[in-house]
């Protein structure tokens, strides 16, 4: 969890009045603030993830402004027309193909300030830009260089500059190469014949997306104009970077400017800093947080926390929200920000009128059930990761690629989707203990995860049980009666194994399980090519049924 220290004598600067260390123990844990060290001039405090606005000195006080009614309602955030452009260069288009930018004049920096400054762009590149893989930023003295400013690729050794903190030239392969930075994000971009570069009109290097800056354009205390440029393969955390780092320097008291950004087919303008809007029912927040809140009230809470609102027909809010609130994207969302305006102090908790206790989810009974007689039939249960990779899921099994739940940022090849089938996972357990004695068997009772198109989520979390037996003579007939037992144990009836045909299994000794007509898993010979795949050396035989089609039935 990312965390800032706040330090009472320059916090009061920012916040427009004086304030102890008490002040701010007592206020900050109301705007989503945990404390986690107090000191006799300042408090450190930790921050969720999602309030990245909440890295910098300016972000916290606004926040605080609002809840203290000091001030209230969304801030104004004005840029002044552009002077300056930004040429993006097609090269860059396969390595990170987006960037944006912004001018802050007129910005006045003490030490305390430009550590700031470096503080919240390692906060930006963890919080948004993942590490920089998404997006990565870089701040510069604006006076040392000059516009037109150019975003190019170019071959590594084509050109030497000297990176911040250093004193000599080095070309970009040596940056990936030598340089702390370099070697540390070099994964970004050694993978393309040709290194992002940002460069003045004079081809001098502003930066390196996203390895490092140049020395030319190092900010410091006499630095009085900036320039921000944010750089990656997703726009949208590009966007968003730019606009919390924006509108923090804006409230540190500099001028914004807009940036053209000519892209080789559009031309863009930024940073954009006009306010999302959306719709909040109150019926709906009244609901979710027990209160019986009128319209003004409501508008009210949500001024508090820096938004504003206002009523657009009867029981519904247009909820204004400003450029650094990137982190309100659903109506909940907008729920939780009238909580905190109107007060958590404030919630009085209450008996639920109807006492109840609680009791196992049916699923985990179920699944508790399985994982008993499978227990009682002597295999041992094993739990294998949820993610995996389409070579193990698709290749491996002998089956086509289908449509995965994929992960949009996987951190490496070997975690890239959601599993559909506990199958795979069982055959890589057996793969990696061959030095093991046989018979080996082995079950999982876990969730797998398919696209529903149907559910708001696209997706939807479904309960299997997979089972394998390895050792010379496993076969058919020996999983066919595991089989058999289960189905007995739980009571079920109206159940058949009828002969079918799957690429995973042998032909001629594969079975469907089916209860009525409907199929609800598979059990057979693992086919040969399979274990050749996993380099399994004795016959395996397997099951894999989903246990969500057994809920319907008694049990």
Known sequence: MPVITLYVERFSRFLGKPVTVDNLTKWLPWI???????????????????????CSYAGVARALKGFLELETGMPKYHAEEPKTTLNIDEAVATVRPYMLAAVVRCVRLDEDAVVELMDMQEDLHWGIGRNRKKASIGIHNLDAVEPPFTYTAVEPTSIKFVPLGETEEMTPKMILEKHEKGVAYRHLVDWSPRYPLLIDKHRRVLSMPPIINGELTRVDVNTRNLFLDVTGPSLEAVENSLKVLATALADMGGKLEKVIVYYPNRTVVSPNLEPEKMRLRLNYANKMLGSKLLEVEAIKCLQKCRLDAEAVEKGVLEVFIPPYRIDIIHEIDLVEEVAMGYGYHRLEPTVPATVTVGEKHPVNMLADTVRQIMTGLGFMEVMNFTL?????????????????VRLANPVSAEYTIMREMLLPGLLKNLAENKHESYPQKLFEVSDVAKINRRLETMCERRLHLAAVTCHSTANYTEIKSTCEALLVNLDLTNWQIKEAKHPSFLQGRTAAIKIGNKQIGVLGEVHPQVLNNFELENPTASLEIDLEWLLQRKI
């Open 388 to 404: 995996t990779n389409e070579r193990i899921h698709y290749t491996l099994m002998r089956q086509k690629l289908k449509n995965p």
């Open 32 to 54: 989503g603030f945990d404390l986690e060290e107090i000191g006799e001039d300042y408090v450190k405090v930790e921050y969720n993830p999602n309030r990245i606005d909440f």
